[in-house]
């Protein structure tokens, strides 16, 4: 089995089109439809969620996914966590809690606001187990082993996590990267990066942002993900060099 990182959902917290079939400047056009953010590593039989959206059930559908062994979260939003609940069947399947993995603030978070996943409710049991994890860590499923880095980047006024993996890079929300995760960002093969929209925006790298990042670090290919509704598909791939590729749901590749 080949290992496989795919981009579930690459739009910004209200997708594209919106709930009023709001689409901005975007033109007809099936790579403008985009749910919310979320990610999906397969390695080896290793598969790992990075995000819960509010679309994750369809996420995994759609792409085919049919077994979960732990998630990984990049923060507490609403938009990265409210499908949460969607992945009960997987404690049934599994026959154990699912592992879950994030920041001090974030797991601080899920385990206070979705009480019912993490602490026995009502007759019904718990489905995960949270670890608070702090740069290194590892993810086990019998013989394969994924090794791990979490950095902190800022998201507005909070915190977010950045992760590595195999000279992969994903940092789907932030606005500023410290001096001390930079240096995660070298050398990599894979750089999926926040490009929210082409005006600035408090909380969100826009497009000018991320290009001065990756003019810095220089990937060999990066992806631009959490594109609003001002980020039409083919303008970006029209306007970007080669190896810049805007993202669409269910946009993979080999690692």
């Excluded at 080949?2 to 997708?15: M, V």
């Excluded at 901005?24 to 290793?46: D, E, F, M, W």
Aim: with cysteine.
């Amino acid at each position: 089995m080949k290992n496989k990182f795919t981009i579930l959902g690459c739009g910004s917290s209200l997708g594209s089109p919106w709930i009023t079939n709001y689409k901005g400047k975007l033109k007809n056009n099936s790579k403008n439809i985009r749910t919310r953010c979320c990610a999906h590593v397969q390695y080896g039989n290793l598969s790992i969620s990075i995000d819960t959206s509010p679309d994750i059930k369809n996420q995994f559908l759609k792409n085919k996914i049919k077994s979960l062994d732990a998630i990984i979260y990049t923060h507490e939003h609403a938009d990265q966590t409210s499908g949460i609940f969607e992945m009960r069947p997987f404690f049934w399947k599994n026959k154990k809690k699912i592992p879950i993995y994030g920041s001090k603030r974030t797991i601080k978070a899920l385990t206070s606001k979705y009480t019912f996943c993490f602490s026995p409710r009502h007759g019904y049991q718990p489905i995960m187990k949270a670890n608070i994890v702090n740069k290194k860590f590892k993810i086990k499923k019998k013989n394969k082993v994924l090794s791990l880095t979490a950095f902190d980047v800022i998201h507005g006024m909070i915190k977010a996590t950045g992760f590595l993996f195999k000279r992969v890079a994903y940092i789907s929300d932030c606005n500023k990267i410290p001096k001390e995760s930079l240096k995660n960002l070298y050398n990599l093969e894979y750089l999926v990066i926040d490009c929210l929209k082409m005006d600035k925006h408090p909380s969100h790298f826009n497009y000018y942002d991320a290009l001065k990042l990756i003019k810095l670090v220089k990937p060999k290919k990066s992806i631009l993900t959490n594109l609003h509704t001002d980020l039409d598909y083919d303008y970006l791939k029209k306007k970007l060099p080669s190896n810049i590729l805007p993202a669409y749901d269910g946009l993979s590749f080999n690692f």
